[in-house]
């Protein structure tokens, strides 16, 4: 059937420059660009283009250029252009569109509507280059009462902790499967967690056993409705567990890992057969109910010894305060939140665009309930999904977050540019693909460099932040929504994120 | 051409005043014996470039040995004209009646010719508790707590501003040594501890009942700092059922203070590491125990770090405890002579009223000095 549907890119090569290495053959698994040994030049096929820019980048002699097209169709406010050629490829194939990444609708970012307080006067502010800043942070349940008891200036600590994560910034890397990632992209998270201070999440797909003893101290494993790759030494080499409930890219959808991205290696980690097809279920089939999730909860704390925080996560949607409530009232240390703008490896298109609520009011909506019920030290909150920046995770802290989770950030920094074709298996970046030749493109060292990089410069960027508001220790900044103010928002919208509007 | 540049020496000025902040000064004797508010009014005028005038206040501990026994609240009533204020008054007696037994009440005695701006009706009662149904299960002082938030979030213009045993509360908008003055604090009342403040608001608004001190039962606070943390400390105080009305940021330490020390039983000494921890990097290189116990005091009340310049005097019962933040923004002066505990924004101030002293220091960041009485009579 010939296809109605416009090409997304043009692929524009500057012949004269255009040296026949072939290089951007080599590099686009897409097949975008052949060579003709007739004409001996190159000819690219813009139909097949992702817009992944990999051919643009490694081109030696900045030949490529591949630029979005106008919409060909007659300007329509309703009929936008996505939404003439999702329904043309639906009439093509009858199939469900699937996509990556996250949602990119013009939802309103929040954190662009909300600016920082600084010190002037009355308060100094502190130049974190001299002075001491903390972003050191605990993740888990903290009691109301410290018991102790002194005796002739000893002091002996009488009530019994729960168990922490510490982190020495508040960000942590979100769960990425290695399966739906490459085990290069995976490791390069691993690495970077380690170096820094902080954590990367497992996914649902395991932990790779020769990874266990060197990166199982930075890891939260997750448990998710597909129970893939669990047994007692996964959940007792990490720091943490999650029990994964949902995903802010597809709330209330569960997850497909096709067969032809289950090697040998992926299967063996997932302890499933090699080339079956991985699917976790929507539910968890053991969950049916908030006692379920509890009894779940306790017999992770069971085969953890105790000794090991049990987090939580879910998409942030309609009621999901009230759930928040129940689920540390359930025994979860942490709630892991994700908004509306989380990424995925793949999800139905419509879920992704119309499901969930942004991140920015989930946070302080469960906060306060939280506060509300007086149970707020009783778990961290990790929020999710659409942290974009250092100036987002601060405004996050604000709102009343621990730290944040961040995905799609991360994979920019290994190279990703959001051209949402994760689904397909064929990410040119070596990120989001099985595929040998093209995993083998990311290398575990320059990539958790630049992970690490990235969590330096925004460590740095939030002590600055912190600074210039006079304060020192990231516990200071927590839900402390006096230092933000909003721009451009309507009552209801500085209502629920709890802060003034700017100049009052 | 030539210039001949001369560069004129100037004596460096010596007194450099810093007059944007508040000041604070405290004088207890530590035998227990008391003193009249006179010398304290002194030290507090010598710092009187420190204030505005927008607010100044006195904590008096010992005051009422007559009624000692017997919680003293003082009220204030605030409205625009004296007939409003009789009316929040009649407002308010009814829910005092009703929930206390009232030993004594009387408007705190002033002077009319005062020179200090729109003074609210300042009644005080000695009460005790009446509790009844399910009340009759708390302790009288949790109680007594959550009477003065209903009355201070629910009671339009009626503020309970002092409510401890045999001590009181004064305090108003006027330099602190004019409050002295209104209240006649070098005339009518005796106390073994003096805690006074002399206000320069810059973040809220000038009101009665935003001037210092701040208390909850028997503990007060006077501040002299900004609080950058106050909507973290005030979420955490919120929980445990401390409602934050006075528009001021102060108050959260008072009430910091009386949920760690009264509530929880904390020893000040850990108090202050909550309110004002060392760094990180002091608490990795400290012994394992050491270690332990202040990690875990920073992982458990982390929200309760007082962030900001600050350093304030909290008065209890036979105490006085002084303390700075934690990278030391703000002075803080400490003295003794004899038994007399001293501790001030300025030494000046101490010495003005105590020429000699045995020995003057300044407290490090985050360390508090404590005053004792060595016997509480």
Redesign the interface.
Known sequence: MKSFVFPEFRIIRDEAKCGQCRGCERQCAFGTHTYDPVQDRLISDDYKCAGCQRCVVFCPKNAIEVRPTPSPYRANASWSREKMEDLKKQAETGGVILTGCGNDKPFRVYWDHIVLNASQVTNPSIDPLREPMELRTFLGAKPDVMEVKTDKGDVEIRTKLSPNLVVETPILFSAMSYGAISYNAFRSLATAACKSGTYFNTGEGGLPKEMREKFGKCAIVQVASGRFGIDAEYLNCASAVEIKVGQGAKPGIGGHLPGEKVSAEVASTRMIPAGTDAISPAPHHDIYSIEDLSMLIYALKEATNYEKPISVKIAAVHNFAAIGSGIVRAGADIIAIDGLRGGTGAAPKAIRDNVGIPIELAISSLDRRLRNEGIRNRCSIIAAGGIRCSADIVKAVALGADAVYIGTSALIAMGCNLCQKCNTGKCNWGICTQDPRLAGRLSVDIASQRLANLIQAWSHEISEMMGGMGINALESLRGNRDHLRGVGLYEWELEVMGIKGAGE | MEFKITMPRKRRELYNKEI?ACSIFGAMNRDGERFTGAGVMKAIANMHVRGNGLGGGFAAYGIYPEHKDYYAFHLMFTGGSAEARMAAKRDFDPYLYENFDVVFDEEIPHRDESTVSDPPLVWRYFVTPNKKGDDAALPDEDYIVAKIMHVNTQIDNAYVFSSGKNMGCFKGVGYPEEIGEYFMLDRLYQAYTWTVHGRFP??TQAWWGGAHPFSLLDTTVVHN??I?????NR??L???GYACTLQTDTEVIAYAADLLMRR?R??IE?VAKILAPP???SIDRMNEKEK??LT????????L?M???FSIIIGQTGKMIGLTD??R?RPLTAATRGPMFYLSSEEASIRLISPELDSVWTPNGGEPVIGELNNIA
């Open positions: 944007c810059t973040n700092g900004e950058s943390s106050y909507g973290t979420w955490y919120e929980m445990y929880q904390l020893p850990l760094i990180w990097n332990k116990l875990t005091l920073r992982m458990v009340y982390g929200p770090l962030n900001g310049p934690r990278i923004l």
